[in-house]
């Protein structure tokens, strides 16, 4: 796979933006996209650029550089690159999640309609949306919602035109070229079509937010929420 070299811009005295592919771009390879994820662990645990950093934000195609200090800058750009070009060599190791959903019924209510805008009956749209493997591109919205790459094109859907005013925690739903778990209730414009009863966002626990940038993400049709 042929990567290029990113465009660099400073966006403010202490954030520097790598971004690899244009913005509007709306299906992002996920081989590419877990690598660049692997490139953001390996510059928070490297312990020439940890110290740099005050953050760093994972979106698709690009990564956003918080730095302490705007002065460090060129070291850290450095000690990215020679990362960005070892990391190439190495396996990338993917935290595989399995998220168990009940689809349709009251826990999808917009299942049904779903499935008729894609040319399908719901049961094979469930299946469809069950096989496939995902990947978290990135974490926004609210917290711990992650939105998921890789599903089917059959499956992609336009938002909503009136958005729901409540969407239950745990919800399942597809909007555009992503699927995505509401982790709290909200209001929300995407197509609800199951439910999660995992937690996907704890404030109290040491790792709030279950789903992580570059994790693989599995559901698991289940007929009854598992405690």
């Known amino acids: 796979m042929s990567i290029p070299d990113p465009a660099i811009s400073f966006v403010s005295e202490h954030g520097i933006l790598l971004e ?3 913005s509007d771009c709306l299906v992002i390879d996920p081989v590419f996209q877990q690598r660049l994820c692997q490139l953001a662990r390996l510059l928070r645990d ?3 650029t940890g110290p740099l ?16 200090d705007g002065r460090t800058a060129r070291r850290l750009l450095r000690h990215a690159e020679t990362l960005w070009r070892a ?16 689809y ?6 917009d299942l049904e309609q779903a499935a008729l805008m894609c040319g399908m009956d ?10 496939g493997t995902y990947f978290v591109q990135s974490l926004g919205f609210m917290p711990g919602f992650a939105y998921l790459g890789g599903l089917d094109p059959a499956l992609h859907l336009k938002r ?3 958005p729901s005013a409540r969407v239950p925690a745990g919800s399942v739903a597809i909007g555009g070229s992503n699927t995505g778990i ?17 937690t996907l966002f704890d404030p109290r626990a040491e790792q709030p937010c279950l789903l992580q940038p570059g994790d693989s993400v599995k559901f698991v049709a289940v007929t009854e929420h598992q405690p």
């Open 20 to 22: 690899f592919v244009a």
């Open 46 to 48: 490297h312990s020439h």
């Open 53 to 68: 950093l005050c953050d760093i934000v994972t979106a698709p195609g690009s990564l956003l550089l918080v730095l302490h």
């Open 87 to 102: 990391s190439a060599q190495k396996t990338i190791d993917t935290n595989v999640v399995s998220i168990p959903v009940i």
């Open 104 to 109: 349709g019924g009251e826990f999808g209510p």
């Open 122 to 131: 719901s049961q094979r749209f469930t299946a469809q949306h069950a096989q």
């Open 160 to 162: 909503k035109d009136t």
């Open 182 to 198: 509401y982790p709290s209730e909200s209001p929300g414009g995407w197509h609800i079509i199951g439910r999660t009863s995992l």
